[in-house]
T-cell receptor, first 109, second 113 residues
Framework: RKEVEQDPGPFNVPEGATVAFNCTYS??????FFWYRQDCRKEPKLLMS???SGNEDGRFTAQLNRASQYISLLIRDSKLSDSATYLC??????????FGTGTKLQVIP | ETGVTQSPTHLIKTRGQQVTLRCSSQ?????VSWYQQALGQGPQFIFQ???????GRGNFPPRFSGLQFPNYSSELNVNALELDDSALYLC????????????FGSGTQLSVL
């Protein structure tokens, strides 16, 4: 079983739609969680950290469920520019973070 | 844009050869991590260097080695290249081994023939 699992997609959604991604992690000792965005064959860029109480940044909302060991990302009012691969990340200790395989999102006009 | 630069951008090697990839961290960042990203996969942690010492390592064999220099530039060396080493190699700089705000370079695409 992979340490961090994501549905690879692709998720094809129309502009303006709301889309949600889930991610599960197997290491219960994981302490830090993030969502990164990666455009095709470019470097990952931090989208947002994920806090236990949940957090929001504009159209993006991240949630953490420690009991079930999953993380979610909700994107509201999808834009064409949101098309990318979204990587879920769990950090167990400061020297190692584990990336999921990513979920591909394609926003359609 | 991130202040992290990697060279070269693309590289072609043959099986059995050795390769050195380079990374220049963002100014002031004392931590660098290296990742391997195969096509269709997420980045896999290779190792991290903090103040010129290895600070953690993923599940990669010893033929993957690294160096970090006082000016915070770093190298990833891979010996005895195998076909499966073909991937995008990413370095990420950060401050004080922190997990937050990893700044990635644009990567080196390595092809092993």
């Amino acid at each position: 079983r992979k340490e961090v699992e994501q549905d690879p997609g692709p998720f094809n959604v129309p502009e303006g739609a709301t889309v949600a991604f889930n991610c599960t992690y197997s290491n219960s000792a994981s302490q830090s969680f993030f969502w990164y965005r990666q455009d095709c064959r470019k470097e990952p860029k931090l989208l947002m950290s994920v806090y236990s109480s949940g957090n929001e940044d504009g159209r993006f909302t991240a949630q953490l469920n420690r009991a079930s060991q999953y993380i979610s990302l909700l994107i509201r009012d999808s834009k064409l520019s949101d098309s990318a691969t979204y990587l879920c990340v769990a950090g167990g200790s400061y020297q190692k973070v584990t990336f999921g395989t990513g979920t591909k999102l394609q926003v359609i006009p | 844009e991130t202040g992290v630069t990697q060279s070269p951008t693309h590289l072609i090697k043959t099986r059995g050869q050795q390769v050195t990839l380079r990374c220049s961290s963002q100014s002031g960042h004392n931590t660098v991590s290296w990742y391997q990203q195969a096509l269709g996969q997420g980045p896999q942690f290779i190792f991290q260097y903090y103040r010129e010492e290895e600070n953690g390592r993923g599940n990669f064999p010893p033929r993957f080695s690294g160096l970090q220099f006082p000016n915070y530039s770093s190298e990833l060396n891979v010996n005895a290249l195998e076909l499966d080493d073909s991937a995008l190699y990413l370095c990420a700089s950060s401050l004080d081994r922190g997990l937050e705000k990893l700044f990635f370079g644009s990567g080196t695409q390595l092809s092993v023939l």
